[in-house]
């Protein structure tokens, strides 16, 4: 069984920053990609960032030079450090992977969301 489990949501004021942290754990043979998506109220999931194993990074548009992405593979983790947080920021930011077994099944995995909010 997988599980993955996020911190540091909040709530920060505009131009603050933030740091979320997603761990996972469980049988986990390898990790390809691992990714954060948000969704604010009313609105469908979106993307915000995605990593791959290798280190490569893509970002929404929107966050483009505000936010970071990053991984530590040994330790099954992915980071999103926000800067200059906006109030069209504020969502529910779920990280997800998607994680090997041994047997060669891959399944992708979401964790239970973490709220930030941007507001004075």
């Known amino acids: 069984q997988v599980q993955l489990v996020e911190s540091g949501g909040g709530l920060v004021q505009p131009g603050g920053s933030l740091r979320l942290s997603c761990a996972a754990s469980g049988s986990i043979f390898s990790i390809n990609a691992m990714g954060w998506y948000r969704q604010a109220p009313g609105k469908q999931r979106e993307l915000v960032a995605v990593i791959t194993s290798g280190g490569s990074t893509n970002y929404r548009d929107s966050v483009k030079g505000r936010f970071t992405i990053s991984r530590d593979n040994a330790k099954n983790t992915v980071n999103l450090q926000m800067n200059s947080l906006k109030p069209e920021d504020t969502a529910v930011y779920y990280c997800?992977?998607?994680?090997?077994?041994?047997?060669?099944?891959?399944?992708?995995?979401w964790g239970q969301g973490t709220q930030v909010t941007v507001s004075s």
């Open positions: 997800n992977a998607d994680i090997n077994f041994r047997g060669g099944t891959s399944y992708r995995y």
